[in-house]
């Protein structure tokens, strides 16, 4: 016989008007709700810890190092079958830079990123597949070149020269037709985040950055801005004398300010070798310097990630760190020093204009 709902209504309200009713009840959807409380908690860690799995993964394909014991079972499968495929690409594509001109190299990572977002935990393909798969970064263009011959005459003799292609749409349209694959917006996207979880240490990308930084920006004489492009319009503080933003009272500054939002890639000035990367207290947060010889010597400062290690060597446009509001600093930006055998310098004598 059905129970009539105005009636079911008037007994729950008289339950609930009860207090030791309303703690029994309470209990009860304690116990009926808990099991699936933990299990909604169990899949959110679950969830959490494969972003965790993954990226450890990804670095451990391509900075090698011992695998955890709690790497699960199929990852630890597919890690191996990758650093395989990557000694491989490695060696195909050094085979190629010797074809290339000018020092204008494959990007081995962008190769191998692109590889990892199609096969990590797929079958991979033949070592004839891993050719084929490097080549569809690059057009070989036949040449002719002017050597002596054996005689001391002079011969024309013809040569092949690789020239890496830059844009990645052409990239993907030669890979889908010379591996018969159809590549997904999704794939796409997750070869740009291993790319950008190895190159720059975030998986995240460049969509938050300011126009520019996603490339060095070097001058005629070699001198490279760490926050790329239009630096000019992000100086907040010169170098010199100001009032010190957080006691408003006179004081030296000893570089550039320059307002770029948390995450911008920093980029080393000049050739050199990392000296410092860590924490400072209280002042310059977590940075770096690097010297250049000769006496010159930069350091960035306020970063919220360091890239560099110490003992490392790196080239001009090298992102060393990214930026950020750590020490003594009120907002997201980067000191930049110039320093001249310990003297520090204004950095606008060696910042070339946009």
């Not at 996603?214 to 490279?224: K, L, Q, T």
């Given at each position: ?42 899949f959110c ?13 990804v ?21 191996e ?6 000694q ?25 990123a ?160 990392v ?51 750590t ?28």
């Amino acid at each position: 016989m059905a129970v009539p709902a105005a009636a079911l209504a008037k007994a729950a309200a008289a339950a609930l008007s009860d207090e030791e009713t309303r703690k029994k009840l309470g209990w009860i959807m304690a116990v009926i709700l808990s099991p699936l409380i933990l299990t909604l908690a169990f899949f959110c860690s679950l969830l959490s810890g494969s972003v965790d799995h993954n990226n450890s993964a990804v670095l451990l394909c391509f900075h090698g190092g011992e695998i955890p014991a709690s790497t699960p079972a199929e990852y630890v499968a597919y890690i191996e079958e990758m650093r395989d495929s990557f000694q491989l690409l490695d060696e195909l594509i050094s085979t190629v830079n010797e074809m290339t001109e000018d020092g204008d190299n494959l990007d081995a990572i962008r190769i191998k990123a692109v590889f990892y977002a199609l096969y990590f935990g797929e079958d991979a393909p033949s070592r004839r597949a891993h050719r084929q798969f490097v080549d569809c970064f690059v057009i070989y263009e036949e040449r002719t070149r002017t050597v002596a011959g054996e005689d001391g005459t002079d011969i024309e003799e013809s040569y092949t020269v690789a020239i890496p292609i830059t844009d990645m749409a052409e990239v993907y349209r030669n890979i889908e037709s010379a591996l018969r694959l159809e590549i997904t917006e999704e794939q796409k996207g997750n070869a740009d985040s291993v790319y950008n979880l190895v190159r720059y240490g975030v998986a995240a990308g460049t969509d938050g950055w300011i126009p520019g930084a996603d490339v060095p920006f070097i001058g005629a004489d070699g001198f490279c801005s760490p926050i790329g492009a239009g630096w000019e319009s992000r100086v907040t503080s010169e170098f010199g004398n100001r009032i010190d933003p957080i006691t408003h009272k006179p004081k030296g500054h000893s570089g550039m300010d320059l307002a770029v939002p948390t995450g911008t890639p920093i980029r080393a000035a000049l050739p050199g070798t990392v000296t410092v990367s860590k924490y400072n207290v209280g002042g310059y947060g977590y940075y770096v310097c690097i010297d250049h010889g000769n006496g010159l010597s930069t350091l960035y400062g306020h970063c919220s990630k360091l890239l560099a290690r110490v003992g490392q060597t790196v080239e001009a446009g090298d992102i060393i760190a990214l930026s950020g509001n750590t020490g003594r600093s009120t907002g997201p930006h980067l000191h930049f020093e110039v320093r001249v055998n310990g003297e520090r310098t204004d950095p606008r004598y060696y910042l070339s204009t946009s």
